[in-house]
T-cell receptor
Framework: NAGVMQNPRHLVRRRGQEARLRCSPM?????VYWYRQLPEEGLKFMVY????????ESGMPKERFSAEFPKEGPSILRIQQVVRGDSAAYFC????????????????FGPGTRLTVT | GIQVEQSPPDLILQEGANSTLRCNFS?????LQWFHQNPWGQLINLFY???GTKQNGRLSATTVATERYSLLYISSSQTTDSGVYFC????????????FGTGTRLQVTL
């Protein structure tokens, strides 16, 4: 059973360009989470999606960032007009079941995409 | 939001030594996970342990949810144990987002 897959593993963009990061969850998982890790810091939650729905985007910057998880295909994290401060590792995680309230389930992480903005 | 504190922030061990890492959290949780981030940046799941005790080889973990802390034990440490150890929790009643601690950076020397 393949784990969470992310691509590309490394991405270099010039300031002002767009970055697209892809995440394929584990087989059978329909819940996807994106986290960002700035250099020398811990991971910070960005967004939680289920198929075709954004459940919680409280960690997403208000501008330039968007995420989707279509019915078919991987989840995409899109950053428009990148700036140097967007340089970070972006991790995707998936979990198998719906959660909320009193229930929560283990999240499995992908290898991350390291974005460098020059 | 929930606060997650880890101690110690840095730890240097000789190979073969044992260590205990601590994670304190400020509110009730229904998910607690321990991760190892290796020197290449990969995040490895160690334990899913919202309560109780688990063991996996040289590693074990205990979470006492009522007292809002978790402990990660590493026995007979090896150089491959080096990296950063993160504790992460989901606050009960929230929509599953993990809140990470600041990590414990472990260096195991020969």
């Amino acid at each position: 059973n393949a784990g969470v897959m992310q691509n590309p593993r490394h991405l270099v963009r010039r300031r002002g360009q767009e970055a697209r990061l892809r995440c394929s969850p584990m087989k059978g998982h329909s819940h996807v989470y994106w986290y960002r890790q700035l250099p020398e810091e811990g991971l910070k939650f960005m967004v939680y999606l289920q198929k075709e729905n954004i459940i919680d985007e409280s960690g997403m910057p208000k501008e330039r960032f968007s995420a989707e998880f279509p019915k078919e295909g991987p989840s995409i994290l899109r950053i428009q007009q990148v700036v140097r401060g967007d340089s970070a590792a972006y991790f995707c995680a998936s979990s198998p079941r719906a959660s909320g309230g009193a229930e929560s389930y283990e999240q499995y992480f992908g290898p991350g995409t390291r974005l460098t903005v020059t | 939001g929930i606060q997650v504190e880890q101690s110690p922030p840095d730890l240097i061990l000789q190979e073969g030594a044992n260590s205990t890492l601590r994670c304190n959290f400020s509110d009730s949780v229904n998910n607690l996970q321990w991760f190892h981030q290796n020197p290449w940046g990969q995040l490895i799941n160690l334990f899913y342990i919202p309560s109780g005790t688990k063991q996996n080889g040289r590693l074990s973990a205990t979470t006492v949810a009522t007292e809002r802390y978790s402990l990660l034990y590493i026995s007979s440490s090896q150089t491959t144990d080096s990296g950063v150890y993160f504790c992460a929790v989901v606050n009960t009643g929230t929509a599953s987002k993990l809140t990470f601690g600041t990590g414990t950076r472990l260096q195991v020397t020969l």
